[in-house]
């Protein structure tokens, strides 16, 4: 265990290395810094004494040793636009965007399984063709149009009520969704909840729920058609292994086989690959936060690039090459717990 921890600290270490060289070679190339801090007014002299303070003149690797040591230190540099530290300014966004991400992976996880599950033990059934269907187109169609299509559906056109009209909580969120309009397409809501720092919630509010519900639904529709295609195959595979046969061969009640014995041996590749998509998911939110005008680090990254934020930009990048190294060390973690045949050295028992 230590040693694999070790092993994978060093991985990451490479790679977040690597990060660092592409942003910094970005932040020289997207260009001058002097330019974006002063005005047109400021002299030859002064530009270039500000040049010098700034250790611009100094050699790339000079610059480059003092860009990682700051940035080791959590000093990632200061953005032209907001006048503070660009992390300061990212942990503000990033609630935001980390509510969006968790929203949509649990709309996949509630929807992939049952439907991947019931598509590989009835294969032939005309429902599981019809989700097999569905899923490809879903992969084919781009995260904004699908962005478009539930704005157009359940918030400005053809007002769709999402909810079953033959309950009492099904027919009150209809009449609350319709108060408005329709489902809301446009930001967080007014009504959020402060937890700690500069978190604010819509977790415990119906407003912040609502403004949840198509933002997160695009944002799933990325990964939920690959999920359900996946569970199936793996399923499918695993119906047709020795020890569900002899599993069968025993007795054993058919719902045991599928949700205790091939399901769980389904979800280790699922694993794997959901903990690859998370990262995955924090990079696209960049369209589905423009679409929806979600107050994240999506929307924050392209205004930074409309404003030439250097540093903020530069920032990001780091930050989610970060998010990305975590995930995949924590995947590689739990897939080592959780399946018994491979060590956690990387080689199988």
């Not at 649990?106 to 294969?123: H, M, Q, T, W």
């Not at 930001?187 to 198509?214: A, C, K, P, Q, Y």
């Not at 979600?294 to 970060?322: K, N, Q």
């Amino acid at each position: 265990m230590i040693a694999f921890l070790i092993q994978r600290l060093w991985h990451a270490f490479l790679v977040m290395f690597v990060i660092s060289l592409i942003s910094f070679s970005i932040k020289g190339s997207l260009g001058d810094p002097v330019r974006e801090l002063v005005g047109q007014s400021v002299s030859v002299e002064q530009r270039n004494l500000l040049r010098e303070e700034m250790g611009l003149n100094d050699p790339l690797p000079v610059q480059y040793g003092r860009f990682a040591w700051d940035a080791l230190h959590g000093d990632l540099g200061q953005s032209y636009f907001y006048s503070k530290p660009t992390l300061d300014v990212i942990v503000e966004h990033m609630p935001a965007t980390l509510e969006l991400v968790l929203c949509a992976s649990l709309i996949i996880l509630l929807f992939s399984v049952p439907v991947g599950v019931y598509a590989a033990i009835r294969p032939a059934s005309w429902l599981a063709k019809t989700c097999m269907g569905i899923s490809v187109v879903g992969i084919s169609v781009p995260v904004f149009l699908t962005a478009i299509v539930l704005i157009q559906l359940f918030s400005i056109g053809v007002h769709i009520t999402p909810f079953p009209t033959d309950t009492g909580w099904g027919t009150w969120l209809n009449e609350l969704i319709s108060t408005d309009g329709g489902l809301p397409s446009f930001g967080r809501g007014n009504e959020l909840v402060h937890l700690f720092g500069t978190w604010d919630t819509g977790f415990f509010s119906v407003d912040g729920l609502l403004h949840l519900l198509l933002p997160a639904a695009s944002l799933a529709s990325i990964m939920l058609p690959l999920f359900i295609r996946l569970i199936r195959s793996e399923m499918l595979e695993v119906l047709q292994s020795d020890y569900v046969r002899f599993a069968r061969a025993k007795g054993i009640s058919p719902g045991r086989i599928y949700f205790l014995h091939a399901l769980k041996n389904t979800m280790l590749p699922v694993i794997t690959v959901g903990g690859v998509q998370i990262g995955t998911m924090v990079a696209y939110t960049i369209l589905t936060e423009t679409v929806f005008q979600w107050p994240g680090m999506g929307l924050m990254f392209l205004e930074a690039i409309t404003r030439s934020d250097i540093p903020l930009i530069v920032a990001y990048l780091m930050v989610v090459g970060l998010i990305f190294v975590v995930t995949n060390t924590l995947v590689d973690l739990v897939y080592g717990l959780v399946n018994p045949t491979v060590k956690l050295t990387g080689q199988h028992a």
